[in-house]
């Protein structure tokens, strides 16, 4: 095996502390925003830009330990990046259905009208 160079293991202790700031960054949205809508996106992106950085840095340190290009870091984050979004809807959907029937005055209204037939 190879050693990892110095300046390697800079940048990815680098990336990995840029990770630690953006998963603080996306808990300090969680308690500050107002309600579940606002929480959903601004910090699903820097969750997303954490575990980015997180394989950027898995990448960078068994590429070099190994000395050839090792991709196998990007694989959970691609899942990831597949089916996070797919489950963000379907919570988003459920959420709007759980304010129509509580009946909350500021919820918007259907799309399509259903007639029951």
Sequence with gaps: MNAVPFWAELVVSGLLVLSGLFVLI???????????????????LTYTFGSW????AGVLYFSKLEGRLALHPWLPVVLLSISVPVTTVLLARVALFRRRVAGAADTPPPLSQSDGS
């Design 26 to 44: 996306a808990a300090l949205g969680f308690l500050r925003l107002p309600d579940f809508f606002t929480r959903m996106h601004p910090p699903a």
């Design 53 to 56: 950085t997180v394989a950027l």
